[in-house]
């Protein structure tokens, strides 16, 4: 699946940016947290960020914060994108 956010990804000449954290969630551990339940990144910087169903939803924050739309699974084994400005996988 895709939707308009995602017309750069799909480019053969996009390039993933590196996580900016692997450890964990960036923004838990800079809190001196660790109470993610699942990783997503940004595919627009990197940025690693924890799921809504963690506490503080860091990678939904991440997204308004800055208007990066899509993220994917930063979990072992799993290759799904999410948009959230059309709230699908994509």
């Known amino acids: 699946m895709a939707c308009t956010h995602t017309t750069t990804f799909d480019s053969p000449a996009w390039a993933e940016?590196?996580?900016?954290?692997?450890?964990?969630?960036?923004?838990?551990?800079?809190?001196?947290?660790?109470?993610?339940?699942h990783l997503r990144m940004c595919l627009d910087c990197g940025h690693v960020a924890c799921c809504d169903s963690s506490p503080h939803r860091h990678a939904s924050?991440?997204?308004?914060?800055?208007?990066?739309?899509?993220?994917?699974?930063?979990?072992?084994?799993?290759?799904?994108?999410?948009c959230f400005l059309d709230e699908a996988v994509v």
């Open 17 to 37: 940016p590196s996580p900016d954290q692997t450890g964990g969630c960036a923004d838990c551990l800079a809190a001196g947290e660790r109470v993610w339940a």
């Open 61 to 82: 924050v991440h997204a308004k914060e800055t208007g990066h739309a899509v993220i994917r699974s930063f979990e072992p084994g799993e290759a799904w994108r999410w």
